[in-house]
């Protein structure tokens, strides 16, 4: 059965495939006049047909954060970094043994991902490729020194079952303003430049050297030592892409329809789409009172708290209101969570109509 | 394949079902005591098999916020209340249809959707019973005066296709701390006192008078215009049920289990939730520096940030710090939106083994 934005069960979200491909083609086209290597993130839209949309785009292959993801793009996938590290033996048996037919690569921080990997892929006869993940101010995972780099390089070069494949960085740190990513940008790319050259002087090669994320994204020509990028929510965008600057509102893919459902409550109305629909995350550049997503059409309003299934939306500042029974469009704070909420989102197709679009990998945790 | 809290793949939940009965006893025995039915939310686990044992501990029937929870409760619901102001057309029909079978009734605070959920029915050749939802102080949803709550039932009464059935509200703004809730509690038992007593001298009848919420559970009796409770996180409980004293740690049915993958960053360490797993619900009592959850092994360290499949763990206060590749247990801030993460959880039963729980309406949001 197929809906139109009038008619489609709400809360659910919509992506515009026209959208989807005008991000898809601007990201590579960027990346082409930059010689820089695209490989999207899956996590955002856990979608195969998406994944074949950036294939097409040029894509050399995709960045997961879980086995099952892996698993799920399987021969689709290419050639794919598992942007995480990996140590625990449920899933680097899973990856030793997606290593047989497809190329696998995992950023680790710690000897011990090393070894287990490489015993994982010698009991399954296969080899895993290993990036060593160095910090780059983000402080999340990373080796903290070009020696400790060093020091792993050198280990995923010497071990049976693994093989060294270079150096993954993720600036998570870097994001708005726009105008101060050079500066900090530049930090990484002396990082990273140091870190290929203590490679090479020690006999070891970083053929691949990734970098990350959409808020970066269109700098990424400012840290010359990277050979790909991994951005993911540049495919649909949310309200902290927005927000930060790093795409306009008519390249918002996804939103969220809502109904409202009560406006009993003075100056406020309350639409079914609540924390299993929008996510309790934060708007990055405002996380106290920045709301829980914008409502282009009533863009004073604001979506002050969430209940498990109710958000109730302030409308003290909006010369406008929604009447109850009304759909709105909402751009989630962040849309990668939402997507992991639905087991399909709808896809808006050249016709207008929508049609399901499988979220394939939804709530592949391990 | 059965597994045991060494060796089940992370990050998973594990529900302790000795716990789970322990829970579900205690409540039925003071809702026993305080002649009051239980109709717990089915929102909090969405297991069918956990719905049984509550029917087993006496539970009259259930709440449900979508249509198609209730649905996945079917025949096992038995008496449903869709404690939700639903409205729209895909809701009302599938409830409508639902009604053919069992007893559903919907708590409402519009004349549309009275309006809406009567025609619904009408087309089906059902009735569709009517909770006016009154406003206690929650300030979400509910009829702001008595009057209002008068007339809602007047329509509700006079409609065909739609049965008054009573008054529906929800304590949400009371909490901790407990010492406190009396004073607040005698509030919610005026205005509840007053509708009935209107509804009577208005020749309607409020057969039902539905309160809510853990916090306030133990304190229905506080409340004793009340005919039920809808308590629905009491059978797991969480952080925020710890926190607010209305359970102790040898309550909290539900734990998340977490590998630590990372400690390459001085003073902390990675594990493998991230808000993907934990969401980003705060805790209640302590939004800004709660963290996102508590690990009783390591009760000094902070969950501080989580991106998507990342959980960073502070271990500055930590005088114990877990170390690379452990398993640590983790009882998140809020478990209902956790659950609904995951297409099953694990039960440990009285084995110690862990058996799959599959979480049956999860992700139903129509």
Redesign the interface.
């Known amino acids: 059965m197929n809906f139109t934005l009038e008619t489609v ?4 979200i919509v992506v515009n495939l026209q959208t989807v491909r005008s991000n898809l083609r601007k990201m590579a086209d960027y990346a082409s006049q930059h010689r820089l290597a695209v490989r999207p993130h899956f ?1 955002t839209h856990k979608s195969l047909r998406m994944a074949k949309l950036q294939l097409e785009a040029g894509a050399i292959g995709f960045a997961c ?2 086995a099952g993801e892996a698993e799920t793009l399987g021969q689709q996938g290419k050639d794919i970094l598992l942007a ?5 033996e ?2 680097t048996a899973r990856l030793a043994r997606l290593a047989h037919d497809m190329t696998i690569r995992v950023a680790v ?2 000897s ?2 090393i070894d ?1 990997l490489a015993q994982a892929a010698r009991s399954a006869g296969s080899t895993l490729g290993i990036l060593v ?1 160095i ?1 780059v101010g983000f ?6 020194t070009i020696d ?1 780099a060093a020091q792993l390089a050198g280990q995923a070069a010497s071990t049976n079952g693994a093989r060294l494949d270079g150096i993954m960085v993720y600036p ?1 740190h870097i994001g708005a303003p726009l105008a101060e990513q050079p500066a900090r940008l530049a930090l990484v790319q002396e990082i990273a430049h140091n870190a290929v050259e203590r490679f090479r002087a020690s006999g070891l090669s970083a053929p691949i050297v990734s970098g990350g994320s959409t808020p970066t994204g269109y700098n990424s020509h400012l840290v010359p030592a990277l050979t790909e990028i991994r951005p993911g929510t540049y495919i649909y965008n949310d309200r902290n892409t927005l927000a930060g600057g790093y795409c306009t509102l008519d390249e918002c893919a996804a939103t969220i329809i809502a ?1 409202v ?6 100056n ?1 109305v ?1 639409v ?1 789409a609540g ?3 929008l ?4 708007l990055n550049t405002n996380r106290e009172s920045g709301g829980h997503g914008f409502i282009p059409a009533y863009p004073d309003a604001v979506i002050t ?1 969430l ?4 958000g ?1 939306i302030d409308l003290t500042q909006s010369p406008q209101r929604p009447k ?2 009304d759909r709105i469009a909402i751009i989630p704070n962040h849309i ?2 939402c997507i ?4 399909a989102v709808w896809l808006q197709e050249d016709d207008g109509e929508l049609h399901a679009l499988p979220v394939d990998a ?2 592949k ?2």
């Open positions: 069960p709400t809360p659910c996590k954060a879980k995480y590290p990996a140590l625990d449920a899933r921080d710690s011990l991902a287990r993940d910090d402080h999340r995972t990373g080796v903290q400790q998570g109904t459902v009560s406006d009993a409550v003075p406020k309350v079914d924390s299993k629909t996510t309790s995350d934060r708290r209940s498990e299934e109710h109730e109850l029974g990668c969570p992991n909420l639905q087991d939804r709530g945790l391990i």
